[in-house]
């Protein structure tokens, strides 16, 4: 008979030979040992990721590649499917998890009448100071984010999983149906490091359509987080009325390389498309945001 966990790691990768093996490693490193780590693979993933994970040679490890390609939510809701464990812990490819990372969660899942744990995350270190280039991301209490965050499955199953329609957010999105259910506590003891990505022009440009996912969460949630006064971004929207804002970013962000400079251009034509984005997805879905 086939041993049950008491722990799933979730993980959906793609393409993170630069990362994974840190974060495998400190997984498999934890306090605790009773758990197993569910990797998620996309289908076009086309570098040394899966040959990394292999050379672990541990049999808490098991890795998935998917046959087409999928996306975030649904390979999300397909590592909940193989999880054998009655609590998932999800993060990500590029993080890095504290050495008590699952006790530190076990400790709310087990001792508290709650439905989830959310954990504190750190960009690289507690003390670094962003450059420009920097990926950095929200961040916070009640931000919800699937790089440190833990569920009793039942909660997760009982939601009815990751909405499918999203490509970001979807991780906020499931936390507001599960808190209908239950409460998500905050441990900040429970800690993950997100290692260092640089932002490129190109993908500063190909981030820009996920702003879309504002609309759902909004028109579902009224959520206050992602639009303020059913303004989507403020900043942004200044910087398209007034260009010469843009160069506000020389002063109120660091700037130390080369990739810091390249980028600045970029940022125009960026919150141009995302604004584009926005409005189309606004009237495809009957709701107003600026």
Known sequence: MEAKQTVSVLMCVRNVEKYIGNCIKSILDQTFADFEIVVIDEYDSNDKTRKIIENFKDERIRYFRNRKWL???KSRNLSVKYAKGEYVFFTDGDCVVCKDWIEQGLKFLKDSDCAGVEGR???ISEDYVPTFSDHTYERGRGKFMTNN???????????????ERYNYLEDRDLAFRILRRGKIEFNPNMIVYVQKETTTPTSLIKH???IKNRVYLFKRFHDKEVVS?????PWDLA???????FFASLFFNKFTTSDDYKLLPFTYPKVIL???ELWKECAKERVFLI
């Open 274 to 276: 995302e604004r584009l």
């Open 229 to 233: 006064w059913r303004i989507v971004e």
């Open 71 to 73: 996306g975030i939510p």
């Open 121 to 123: 995350s750190y960009y």
């Open 149 to 163: 965050i833990a569920y009793k499955k039942s909660f997760v199953k009982g939601a009815g999983g990751f909405d």
């Open 208 to 210: 820009a359509p996920i």
């Open 239 to 245: 910087k398209i009325i007034c260009p010469p804002l």
